[in-house]
C-alpha cells in the first residue's frame, strides 16, 4: 500500500469527525418568518452586519442558511416592507428565528404607477392606494370599497345591483366629454362608465344596455370579482397621470389583481349570504287620508260615498308591494401558488343579487386565471385572463307616459284606495282613479304586475385579457410586450306584455339589441433602471403603445302582438315592426410615452414624463396631441438638519408637479359631418324611399381637451412610523373644452360641439392614517380623509350659459358646474297678505295657501326664463371619509364611513309626491296642508293646477354622513394538526346600515329623481376556509 | 493493490465509517418501547429535567426516561412554558400538566450605571414600558415629543423558546415591539450580551440570572429595581435566589412576570408516562426550587393530580 492510498484511508475513517471539525466555518441555519402572521418571508436578505459579502436570501419556505468564520456573529436581516433587523448569534445549533415586523411606513410602501411600479417614497406625484384592510371587506362590487377611501375620490352608487357608478376624481374637469376616471385593470385600459350617458354604438368598451326601455345599466367593471383584486391606486395629479395622456385628465383608477406567490400554495373558499332592505321608504298617504284629500281638490274619490270611502281603512302599501327584501349569496374559490419558475393564480366567483325591487336582479359568473413563468433566466411570461358572464335584470322606463317614469315609481303614484290584487289573488287591473294615459275603458295598469312581468335584461359576455413578456435584455434593462383585449358582447331583451304599463298603449312591446365591443391593446416598452455609486438612481421608461376599439351594434323592436306568450323572441309576431338600426365604429389611439425617474442620493426625486397621443376622434391636423408632465419631490428627512429630530419625524417629503393631460371622450368621428336617416321616408313616384338628412355640421378644428395640473404636496411619518400624513393642494384648469354649444338658428343643428370653454378646479386633501395601538393581542388603526373641491366655470365659449332640463345639464361662467338654476320659493301666502304679489306664469292671481315666489325681474309675472337663480350645484365641494380596524385576539372588526357636503339635491319625486293630482297618491306630509285654520302649514293648500317650475321648496342640502361598510369576523382557534396553516373565518358584515342626513329623499348618494331605484342596506353572514 | 480491490475497500470503510457515526448519533432514539419516558424540553428547563431524569431512575430502574430530540416520538410529553408559546398554533383539547413556574426579572450588566440610576426613580410598570418597549404615542403613557428617556440598549431574542415573549406578553406587547437588538441562540446569552454591552438591559428566568451552587447572581450580572412594596424591594435587594423564589413563591408582583411550566400530553400516553408524572408532582417538586423555579401552589398541584387519576382510570378502562 503506497502512501497516499494510507493517507486515503485514514481520511476516510476519520471523515465524518472531520466533516464537523475540518472546516472554519459555521454555518448558521434559521428562518425569517412575519411577526404578526408566522408566514415564511421568502426572499428576505440575511448577511453578516459590516461585511460586504454577498449574503443570502430565505427561501420559499423562509428559511436561510448562511456560513461565518464564527459565533457570536451579527447578522443583519432586511426585507422591502419590513424593519430592518439585526441579531446576534451565539450559536449555532439551533435555527435562528427572525421575526421581521411589518414596517407601518407607508413612504416605503411599493405602489403600482402606470407601466410600472415605483416606492412611494421616490413618488412625485398624488397616489393614494387604497388600504388593505378596505380591500378585505366582503362586498360584491367593488365600488362598495372605494366610497371615502381616498381624499378626492367622490363615488355615487346607483342602487341597480350590477349598475354602474359615478366617480371623481378631484371634481369634473369637462361638460360634454365625460369626467369619468380612466380605470387600468392588469394593465388593460378601459373606462368603466363610458356609457353612462349614450346608447350609441360609439360608447367604449360598454356592457350597458342598447335598447331603451332596458334603463339599468349594466356596468363592465362589475366583470371584476372584488375578491379578486390584490390593491386599488388612485393617481390624482398630473405627475402620475400625465403617463396615460389624452386619458388621463379625470385621474385614474389601477386594479391589480391577485397571483400567487413561490411556495406558498393556497386554496380559499368562502360562502356569504346576505339579505337587503330599503335604506329608507318613504311615507305615503293612506287610502282614507288620499280619499279626503282627493275629495278636497275634486277627484274621483268624490263618487265615493262616505261608507265607502270609511270601508278602504288605511288601504293598500303599493310602495312594499313592490320592494322586498333581497337575498344575495357568493361563492367565492381561489387557489394560488408557485414555485421556482411559476407563479398562478386561479378563482371563480359566483354571485346572485335578488334586487330589493321585486324581479330585479344581478348574476355574475366569474373565472379569472394570473399565470407568470419564468421561461428562461432572463424571460418571463405573464397571462391575465378574467371571463365573467353577466347577467342583469333591471327596472324598465315608461318613458310615454306622464306622471310615472317606471313601475317604482308608478307603485309610489299609485291610490292607496286601489287594492294590489283581487279577491281571487289575481292582479288588479282596473283602478278607478285612474285618469291619465294608462286607461282603456275599465282596463289599467297594476304596477306590481308590470315590474314582476315586464323582462329588461341585459347579459354581457366579458373577456379581460393581457399576456406579457418580459426580457431582461443586460441587468437594469428589461423589454416588454404585451398584448391586451377587451372583450364584450352584450345583448339586451325587453318585453312588455300588453297589460303592462310598457306595453299598455302599443299591445305589447319586444324589443332585442346586441352589441359587440372588441378593443386590443399593444404595449411595446423598455424599462433601464440602474443605481450609480450610491447617489444615482435612475428609471428610464419608453414605448409605443396603441389601442383599436371597434363596436357593432343593432337592435330591432316590434308591438302590437297577438298573443304575449312570445315574449321577445319572437318580434315577427308583432303587428308592427319599428325600423331595425344597426351600426359600427371604430376608432384607434396610437401612443409614445417617456418617462424618466431620477433619484439622487435617496434625498431628490424627479420624474418627467410624456404621452404623444395619436387619434382617430380628431381631424388629421389635430390628430396628435403631447401631454407632458414634471414632478419633483424632496425627502427632507434625509437631510441632515432633521436628523436629530427623525426618531419623531421619520419621514418627510415635499412634493410638487405640473403638467397636462388631456380628454378624448367625444365618442367617435365627432370632426366629421355626419348624415342619419330621416324619421319619415320620401316618396318618389309613390315609391317609398330612405331619405338622409345631415346630423351634425363637420368640425375639422376639434381638437384634444387639455387639463393643465398643478400640485403641492407633503407626506411625512411621525411617531415610529404610526402617524402618516398626507396633504395636497392643486389647481386644474381645463381649456379648449369638447362643449356642445347652442348653434345660430341658420345652421339648422340645435347645438354644435367645438372647442369652446375652460374650467377650473382647485382644493385642498389631507390624509391621515395613524396605529393607535399595537399590542399583541390588540391592534387599532384609524385612518380619515377629507377633500375640499371649488369647481368653476370659467367660460363656456361664446354663450354664457347653457341651461338643461335638469342642473346636471346646466353650467354659468362664473360658477360651479352643474348649477342649481331655480326660482326661489318664498313660503305660503297667508291671509291678509298682500295678494297682488307677482304669481307664476299659469297662475297670476295669487290667493292665500298659494306658494309665493321671488319674481326677480320685477316684472310683475314670474317665470323660467326671467326669475331663476344660481342656487348651488349639485357636486359637493366637500367630500371626506373615515375608518377604523380593531383586532382583538381573534376578533376583528373594520367600519368605513363615507361623508359629503356642500351639494345641492333637486328633490322632483318630493315635488310629484307633494303635488296632489285626481289620481294619484301623494307623502302623508299633505295631511299637514295648509288650510286656514292651519295657516302655520309648511304645504301648500291642496289644488291640481300645481306649478310644474322646479323651484327652491325642492332644493335640499344633499350632505349626508354614511357607515358604509362594517365587518365583524373571528378567526376560530380550531387548529387541523396536519395542516397548520388552515384557516376558518366567520364574518357578520353590514353595507349602507347607518345614514345621517338631513335630506328628505330616499337616498342623497342615489338623488332626488323620481323612479331612482333605491339603494339597499345589506346584512351578510359568511364564511372563509383557507388551506 | 489493483485499482478495483482499491475501490471496493474504499466502499466498504465509507459504509463502516458511515455506520457508526450514526449509531452514535442515534444512540438516544432506539429505546426499547416498553416503560418508556420521552421528554421534549426547553432550554432552560433541561437541567430540572435532566436531574428528574436521574433521580427517577434511581427509584424506577424498570423505567427508561429520554430527552427527546428534534424527532418527536409519539409518546412524548412536551414542556410547554406558559407565555411563551401562548401564541403557537396548538390543537385543541390537549392536556396539559403543571408541574412548576418560572419567573422573569429585568437584568443590566454590572458595568452599567443605569440600576444605580434608577435606585431613586425605581422601575414602575410605566418606566418598564419606556425602557424596554416602543413608544406607543397616543396612549395614555405615551411621551411622542420626547426623545428616550432612558440611553440604554435593550437585547432581548426571537427564538420561541425565550421569555422575551412572556416579560413582552406580560406587559401587553409582543416581543417585537421590544426595542433593541435581537440575539439568537439560548437566553443565556442575554447575561452575555448585557455584560459585553455597558448599556445594555434585558431580562432572564431566575435559573439563569442566579447561579445555582452558590445561589447569588452570576457574575457581571446585576438586577434592575423594581418599584414594588418596601419589604419586596428587601427581598430582592439580598440577590438571593432563594430569598427570591420565597418571596415569588408567596406574593403575585404585578411588575415580575410568573408563568406556568407544563406538559403537555400527546393524545396517546402511556402508564410510565403517567407515573413519571406523578412523580414529578410529589418527589420530583423538591427539585424544583434548587434549579430556580417556583413551586406550583397546593391547590394547583392538587388539581394536577386529579388530571392524572382520570388519565389513568381511561387509560385502565381501555385496556
Redesign the interface.
Known amino acids: 500500500?503506497t502512501k497516499i492510498?494510507c493517507f486515503?484511508?485514514l481520511a476516510?475513517?476519520?471523515?465524518?469527525?472531520f466533516g464537523s471539525a475540518q472546516g472554519n466555518d459555521v454555518k448558521?441555519n434559521?428562518k425569517v418568518l412575519d411577526?404578526k402572521t408566522?408566514e415564511p418571508i421568502i426572499g428576505a436578505g440575511i448577511s453578516l452586519a459590516g461585511s460586504k459579502g454577498t449574503g443570502t436570501a430565505s427561501d420559499a419556505d423562509g428559511n436561510f442558511t448562511l456560513s461565518v468564520k464564527s459565533v457570536?456573529a451579527t447578522?443583519s436581516i432586511d426585507y422591502l416592507g419590513y424593519r430592518n433587523?439585526?441579531?446576534?448569534?451565539?450559536?449555532s445549533a439551533?435555527p435562528?428565528?427572525?421575526?421581521l415586523?411589518e414596517n407601518v411606513n407607508f413612504l416605503n410602501e411599493v405602489v403600482v404607477v402606470g407601466y410600472g411600479t415605483q416606492k412611494r417614497k421616490e413618488l412625485t406625484g398624488a397616489v393614494t392606494s387604497i388600504s388593505r384592510e378596505t380591500l378585505s371587506q366582503p362586498i360584491v362590487s367593488f365600488d362598495n370599497l372605494l366610497g371615502g377611501a381616498a381624499a378626492g375620490l367622490n363615488i355615487s352608487q346607483g342602487g341597480q345591483p350590477g349598475a354602474v357608478f359615478t366617480a371623481r376624481i378631484r371634481g369634473g374637469n369637462s361638460i360634454n366629454a365625460g369626467n369619468e376616471p380612466l380605470y387600468v385593470v392588469d394593465g388593460v385600459i378601459l373606462y368603466g362608465n363610458s356609457s353612462l350617458t349614450s346608447n350609441s354604438s360609439t360608447s367604449n368598451s360598454s356592457a350597458d344596455a342598447i335598447v331603451s326601455q332596458v334603463t339599468a345599466n349594466l356596468n363592465p367593471l362589475a366583470a371584476i370579482n372584488p375578491n379578486d383584486i390584490e390593491s386599488i391606486q388612485i393617481l390624482k395629479d398630473v405627475s402620475a397621470t400625465a403617463i396615460y395622456g389624452s386619458r388621463g385628465s379625470n385621474g385614474v383608477i389601477i386594479i391589480t389583481t391577485k397571483n400567487g406567490q413561490k411556495g406558498r400554495n393556497r386554496i380559499e373558499y368562502q360562502y356569504a349570504i346576505g339579505w337587503s332592505q330599503a335604506t329608507k321608504t318613504l311615507d305615503l298617504l293612506n287610502a282614507k287620508d288620499w280619499v279626503a284629500l282627493n275629495r278636497e281638490i275634486g277627484g274621483p274619490a268624490t263618487a265615493l260615498s262616505d261608507a265607502e270611502a270609511a270601508a278602504l281603512g288605511s288601504g293598500y302599501d303599493w310602495q312594499n308591494a313592490v320592494l322586498r327584501t333581497a337575498a344575495t349569496q357568493t361563492h367565492q374559490f381561489s387557489f394560488s401558488g408557485g414555485d421556482d419558475k411559476t407563479r398562478y393564480s386561479l378563482s371563480g366567483n359566483f354571485t346572485n343579487q335578488e334586487g330589493i325591487l321585486l324581479a330585479t336582479n344581478f348574476k355574475r359568473y366569474t373565472g379569472r386565471l394570473n399565470l407568470e413563468r419564468d421561461l428562461l433566466k432572463s424571460l418571463t411570461l405573464s397571462l391575465t385572463l378574467n371571463a365573467s358572464k353577466l347577467n342583469q335584470n333591471g327596472l324598465n322606463e315608461y318613458p310615454e307616459y306622464a306622471y310615472r317614469n317606471n313601475p317604482f315609481d308608478d307603485a309610489f303614484r299609485t291610490s292607496p284606495a286601489v287594492s294590489i290584487y283581487n279577491p281571487d289573488g289575481s292582479y288588479n287591473y282596473a283602478n278607478p282613479f285612474e285618469t291619465g294615459d294608462l286607461r282603456d275603458g275599465n282596463r289599467t295598469t297594476n304596477a306590481v304586475s308590470s315590474l314582476l312581468n315586464t323582462t329588461a335584461q341585459n347579459h354581457a359576455n366579458t373577456l379581460l385579457g393581457n399576456f406579457s413578456l418580459r426580457y431582461t435584455v443586460i441587468p437594469g434593462l428589461v423589454v416588454k410586450l404585451a398584448a391586451g383585449t377587451n372583450v364584450n358582447n352584450a345583448t339586451s331583451d325587453y318585453f312588455a306584455p300588453s297589460y303592462t304599463a310598457g306595453g299598455f298603449t302599443a299591445n305589447g312591446y319586444a324589443s332585442v339589441g346586441n352589441r359587440r365591443t372588441d378593443i386590443w391593446q399593444y404595449e411595446y416598452t423598455a424599462n433601464y433602471t440602474k443605481q450609480f455609486n450610491r447617489n444615482h438612481y435612475i428609471d428610464v421608461l419608453a414605448g409605443y403603445t396603441t389601442q383599436t376599439t371597434s363596436a357593432e351594434s343593432a337592435t330591432a323592436a316590434a308591438t302590437n302582438f297577438a298573443s304575449d306568450l312570445v315574449l321577445w323572441h319572437s318580434l315577427q309576431s308583432g303587428n308592427n315592426r319599428e325600423a331595425p338600426h344597426s351600426s359600427a365604429s371604430e376608432s384607434r389611439l396610437n401612443s409614445y410615452i417617456g418617462r424618466v425617474n431620477y433619484t439622487f442620493k435617496e434625498k431628490y426625486n424627479l420624474t418627467a414624463t410624456i404621452r404623444a397621443d395619436g387619434s382617430s376622434r380628431f381631424a388629421p391636423n389635430h390628430r396628435w396631441g403631447y401631454f407632458p408632465s414634471a414632478g419633483l419631490s424632496w425627502n427632507v428627512s434625509e437631510e441632515a438638519f432633521l436628523k436629530s429630530v427623525r426618531?419623531?419625524l421619520n419621514e418627510l417629503k415635499l412634493r410638487a408637479s405640473l403638467g397636462t393631460v388631456g380628454n378624448q371622450e367625444i365618442g367617435d368621428y365627432q370632426y366629421e359631418a355626419t348624415y342619419t336617416t330621416a324619421s319619415q321616408p320620401y316618396s318618389f313616384n309613390n315609391q317609398l324611399a330612405v331619405g338622409y338628412v345631415r346630423s351634425k355640421p363637420e368640425n375639422p378644428d376639434l381638437r384634444w381637451e387639455q387639463t393643465a395640473a398643478y400640485n403641492a404636496g407633503v407626506d411625512a411619518s411621525?411617531?415610529?412610523y404610526?402617524?402618516n400624513i398626507t396633504a395636497d393642494a392643486y389647481y386644474k384648469k381645463t381649456t379648449d373644452l369638447l362643449l356642445r354649444v347652442p348653434a345660430s338658428i341658420g345652421t339648422g343643428f340645435s347645438s354644435v360641439l367645438q372647442n369652446a370653454g375652460n374650467i377650473s378646479n382647485k382644493g385642498l386633501e389631507l390624509e391621515v392614517s395613524?396605529v393607535?395601538?399595537?399590542?399583541?393581542?390588540?391592534k387599532w388603526t384609524v385612518s380619515g380623509n377629507i377633500a375640499k373641491n371649488i369647481n368653476e366655470v370659467l367660460s363656456l365659449g361664446n354663450v354664457e350659459q347653457i341651461i338643461g332640463a335638469s342642473a346636471s345639464g346646466t353650467y354659468f361662467t362664473g360658477s360651479a358646474a352643474q348649477a342649481q338654476y331655480l326660482i326661489v320659493y318664498d313660503g305660503i301666502v297667508q291671509k291678509g297678505d298682500d295678494l297682488s304679489i307677482p304669481g307664476p306664469s299659469w297662475k297670476t292671481a295669487v290667493e292665500p295657501g298659494d306658494e309665493r315666489f321671488v319674481n326677480q325681474n320685477g316684472d310683475g309675472v314670474v317665470d323660467e326664463t326671467n326669475d331663476r337663480v344660481i342656487l348651488g350645484s349639485v357636486n359637493p365641494d366637500v367630500t371626506y371619509g373615515f375608518s377604523t380596524a380593531l383586532s382583538y385576539k381573534d376578533f376583528s372588526l373594520n367600519a368605513s364611513f363615507q361623508g359629503v357636503s356642500g351639494n345641492r339635491i333637486y328633490n322632483s319625486l318630493r315635488q310629484t309626491l307633494l303635488t296632489p293630482n285626481f289620481s294619484y297618491n301623494g307623502l302623508a306630509e299633505l295631511n299637514n296642508r295648509w288650510t286656514e285654520s292651519n295657516p302655520s302649514a309648511e304645504i301648500p293648500k291642496a289644488r291640481t293646477s300645481a306649478a310644474t317650475y322646479q323651484t327652491s321648496r325642492f332644493l335640499e342640502d344633499g350632505a349626508y354622513l354614511r357607515l358604509k361598510n362594517v365587518t365583524l369576523s373571528y378567526n376560530l382557534?380550531?387548529?387541523i394538526?396536519s395542516a397548520?396553516s388552515a384557516g376558518f373565518r366567520v364574518f357578520l358584515s353590514g353595507q349602507n346600515l347607518l345614514t345621517f342626513t338631513g335630506f328628505t329623499g330616499l337616498d342623497p348618494e342615489t338623488g332626488g329623481g323620481t323612479g331612482s331605484y333605491p339603494l339597499a342596506r345589506t346584512v351578510s353572514l359568511g364564511i372563509n376556509l383557507s388551506y | 493493490?489493483n485499482r478495483k480491490v482499491?475501490t471496493v475497500?474504499?466502499a466498504i470503510?465509507?459504509a463502516i465509517?458511515?455506520f457508526?457515526?450514526t449509531q452514535a448519533t442515534n444512540a438516544t432514539d432506539n429505546p426499547a418501547q416498553q416503560e418508556a419516558v420521552y421528554i421534549k424540553g426547553v432550554r432552560f428547563v433541561d437541567a430540572l429535567l435532566e436531574k428528574w431524569i436521574a433521580e427517577y431512575s434511581k427509584t424506577h430502574p424498570g423505567v427508561s426516561l429520554f430527552i427527546a430530540g428534534k424527532d418527536t416520538h409519539e409518546h412524548s410529553i412536551e414542556v410547554i412554558p406558559s407565555g411563551i408559546r401562548d401564541?403557537?398554533?396548538?390543537?385543541?383539547e390537549v392536556t396539559t400538566i403543571s408541574f412548576g413556574r418560572y419567573a422573569v426579572l429585568p437584568i443590566a450588566g454590572k458595568d452599567n450605571a443605569l440600576p444605580d440610576e434608577l435606585k431613586k426613580k425605581k422601575l414602575n410598570e410605566k418606566r418598564i414600558r419606556e425602557l424596554f418597549f416602543?413608544?406607543?404615542?397616543?396612549?395614555e403613557d405615551g411621551e411622542?415629543?420626547k426623545?428616550?428617556k432612558y440611553d440604554a440598549t435593550v437585547?432581548s431574542s426571537?427564538?420561541?423558546y425565550s421569555v422575551s415573549h412572556s416579560f413582552?406578553?406580560h406587559f401587553?406587547?409582543?416581543?417585537?415591539?421590544l426595542k433593541g437588538?435581537?440575539?439568537?441562540?439560548?437566553d443565556i446569552?442575554l447575561n452575555?450580551?448585557v455584560k459585553k454591552d455597558v448599556k445594555g438591559v434585558s431580562f432572564n428566568n431566575l435559573n439563569y440570572i442566579f447561579n445555582l451552587e452558590s445561589r447569588q447572581l452570576n457574575e457581571g450580572i446585576t438586577l434592575l429595581p423594581l418599584d414594588v412594596k418596601k419589604e419586596y424591594a428587601e427581598a430582592l435587594n439580598v440577590q438571593n435566589l432563594d430569598e427570591t423564589i420565597a418571596l415569588l413563591e408567596n406574593k403575585s408582583i404585578n411588575l415580575i412576570p410568573v408563568e406556568e411550566l407544563s406538559f403537555v400530553l400527546p393524545e396517546k400516553v402511556n402508564p410510565a408516562t403517567l407515573q413519571f408524572l406523578e412523580w414529578a408532582l410529589s418527589e420530583g417538586q423538591d427539585y424544583i426550587n434548587p434549579f430556580g423555579f417556583l413551586r406550583l401552589d397546593t391547590k394547583t398541584v392538587a388539581q394536577q393530580q386529579k388530571k392524572i387519576s382520570v388519565l389513568e382510570t381511561k387509560l385502565f378502562a381501555h385496556k
Do not use: C, W
Open positions: 500500500m492510498s486515503l484511508l476516510i475513517i476519520f471523515f465524518p469527525f448558521i434559521g411577526e408566522r457570536p447578522l433587523q439585526e441579531v446576534d448569534v451565539y450559536e439551533e435562528v428565528i427572525v421575526l415586523r426618531k419623531t411621525l411617531f415610529n404610526r402617524l395613524g393607535i395601538i399595537d399590542r399583541r393581542k390588540l382557534p380550531v387548529k394538526a397548520p | 493493490m482499491k475497500s474504499l470503510l465509507i465509517s458511515s457508526v457515526n401564541n403557537e398554533a396548538s390543537p385543541l416602543e413608544k406607543d404615542f397616543l396612549a411622542p415629543d426623545k428616550d437585547y426571537n427564538n420561541s413582552a406578553g401587553g406587547y409582543e416581543a417585537g415591539s437588538k435581537k440575539i439568537a441562540g439560548d446569552y452575555n450580551a
